[in-house]
């Protein structure tokens, strides 16, 4: 039974985030002695999965991701389908387990796999090659007779050392480096010119039960550290790696075990970054790991209000929290940190708890926490309470956007729509842009179609980094752009016009405040009311899937171009308008 694993194509030719449990998945398979071909469309042109299905023949197709490629992975069945009609489809992923059900209904393949991919993809195969039916795998879903059919949770895998190592060489992970959204990262520090940052797992799930986030396994396990460094010093010698992100949706809940790491990383010489949680933080620890290599730390703050923080099951304190932030700074590791709005318990008091702490520590670590909204992920409970109360009533559209059946945020506390709307399009922009500390820019120059290299004096230790690349593109305009500083390892601002000079900057400025119009447009009750049409929306969607086949995405479109692409599909709006209108006129004559 031969086997092809595809990685969609994520960010239609741009810089991505490649998918380790494809990676896992393959090596799993081929050590099980399956027929295991591997495809990354990453770094192929879009005809390229119909040319390796013309020519492999494969009997199982299977791919999977996140819930937010729902539109690359709805492309990559219907082309699967298109191309081999003989072969059976299979997902995986988030995708696939978070909510069964609908991406049955909306994708169509053959089985989903369920929770971890290893031993339910096996057992899959297995029942195929045998003539069984996939009923009696555990951990696996099917369609039968318009119902869903899910069998039982598959046992995980309880030594993550007995798995063998991500299918780098399959996947072109070589290649991935040159393209990695890590590869010109400016919101961390690295002493290399060209970074080459490999992620790498070193547990799966998670302790905390936060109500925002999904999680494929409920239970929390790790690999040994010394397995861990065994697999680093692989990538090293194999793909010249001189950075380490350690993807883990949490690094550790001892500081043991942080440590232990520490001791063994030190002597490679490379600089790494992982998540954390606050209550875990102490400053000798913290020392450790700066000794060590380590440049970034990425926190789950989420909120500095205590009963957002309740609502939100978080298990921390906004004491903890700030003590955490406090002596991060103090140890000279850039933070990683977002605050969300939000929640089912969020009011506008709520919201200015956390705003105020915001604005408090502007000039420490402010400029290192985002701003944004709670997102109801699919397989979280704030999911399965908004599809209980029929609060989703278009999924198709939340899969693909994020938003509801009108294209706006959902809303899922107690206040009013229209102070929600207040709140996360002017309160919380307006609040980012004041709270912004701006660097100074010197030297300037041009050292590509997009890039300019600078150097640059940072508003809080007042220290001067230089040899500081920004890409900055007319396709997407913005006034300003954040960096960490090469000496305190803080963030902060740069604006545009330090990098442009006065006329181009000017431009940008022009075309970022018709971008943002454009977004309060699309708030708008009328807005809403036309570009989610059934008729308007089934044509854009349509015009978009042209582009794609053409080798285009227009996410990824320069300015003109972009432009140019939007006259295109008004155009064929209005003229499929007009036959569709002259259509019913002849057909009442008649």
């Known amino acids: 039974m031969r086997v092809l694993l595809v990685m969609p194509d994520y960010h239609y ?83 696939a387990s978070a909510d069964p059900e609908f991406a049955l209904e909306a994708l169509a393949p053959d089985a989903l796999v369920i929770g971890e991919g290893e031993r339910p993809m096996d057992g899959l195969l297995r029942a195929w090659a045998e003539g069984g039916a996939p009923e009696a795998v555990p951990g696996v879903a099917v369609a039968r007779e318009g119902r869903l059919v899910k069998t039982g949770p598959a046992e995980l895998v309880s030594d993550l050392d007995r798995l063998p190592w991500p299918d780098y060489e399959g996947f072109e992970f070589g290649r991935f480096l040159e393209r990695s959204v890590s590869a010109r990262d400016p919101l961390s520090v690295s002493p290399h010119a060209e970074r080459r ?74 600089t790494w970054g992982c998540q954390l949680r ?51 700074h103090e140890a000279g590791i850039t933070i990683q940190g977002n605050f969300i709005f939000g929640d089912p318990a969020e009011t506008w008091e709520t919201a200015q708890e956390t705003l105020a702490f915001y604005r408090r520590h502007r000039r420490d670590f402010g400029n290192s926490i985002s701003l944004g909204i709670v997102v109801p992920y699919p397989g979280t409970s704030l999911y399965r309470d908004l599809r ?62 997009d890039l300019y290299e600078f150097s640059y004096v940072c508003p809080l230790c007042g220290g001067r980094s230089d040899g500081c690349r920004l890409e900055l593109s007319a396709a997407r305009p913005v006034s300003c752009l954040r960096l960490a500083c090469r000496l305190c390892r803080q963030r902060s601002y740069v604006p545009a016009r330090g990098l442009l000079g006065w006329r181009r900057a000017a431009v940008f400025a022009a075309l970022s405040g018709a971008g943002a119009l454009w977004r309060r447009c699309q708030e708008t009750d ?18 978009k899937e042209r582009l794609r086949a053409d080798g285009a995405h227009f996410n990824e479109l320069r300015a003109a171009p972009a432009f140019r692409a939007r006259l295109g599909f008004a155009r064929n709006l209005a003229r499929d308008l007009l036959v569709r209108a002259g259509g019913k006129i002849i057909r009442r004559r008649r």
């Open 526 to 543: 009328l807005f809403a009311a036309l570009r989610y049409h059934p008729a308007v929306d089934g044509a854009w969607n349509a015009y």
């Open 278 to 328: 606050v209550p875990v933080v102490t400053a000798s620890l913290l020392r450790t790991m700066k000794d060590s290599g380590c440049n970034l730390i990425s926190y789950g703050l989420e909120s500095a209000s205590p009963a957002v923080l309740r609502s939100m099951r978080k298990g921390i304190s906004v004491e903890k929290m700030e003590a955490a932030l406090a002596l991060t």
């Open 13 to 95: 030719g741009g810089p991505y985030a490649i998918s380790l449990g494809l990676m896992y998945l393959s090596s799993y398979l081929k050590r099980a002695g399956w027929d295991v071909a591997t495809l990354n469309l990453n770094h192929h042109p879009p005809g390229r999965l119909a040319e390796v299905l013309a020519a492999g023949r494969f009997d199982v197709v299977a791919t999977g991701g996140m819930f937010t490629y729902f539109p690359q992975l709805r492309g990559l069945v219907a082309a699967v389908r298109r191309e081999s009609p003989g072969s059976r489809v299979v997902l995986g992923g988030p995708i």
């Open 388 to 449: 209980a109360r029929g609060r989703l009533r278009n999924l198709q559209r939340f899969y693909e956007t994020g938003r509801d059946e009108r294209g706006r945020w959902i809303n899922m506390t107690s206040m009013p729509e229209a102070r929600f709307r207040r709140l996360l399009g002017r309160l919380l922009p307006a609040e980012e842009r004041r709270c912004r500390l701006f660097g100074r820019v010197l030297g300037a120059r041009r050292a590509g179609p």
């Open 197 to 270: 940052a490999a992620p790498v797992i070193s547990g799966r799930g998670c302790a905390a039960r936060c109500t925002f986030c999904y999680r494929l396994t409920p239970s929390y396990r790790h690999r040994a550290v010394a397995d861990v460094i065994r697999e680093i010093e692989h990538l090293r010698a194999a793909y010249g790696v001189n950075e380490v992100l350690v993807w883990d949706d949490l690094f550790s809940v001892t500081q043991d075990r942080i440590l232990d790491f520490c001791a063994r990383i030190r002597p490679l010489g490379l």
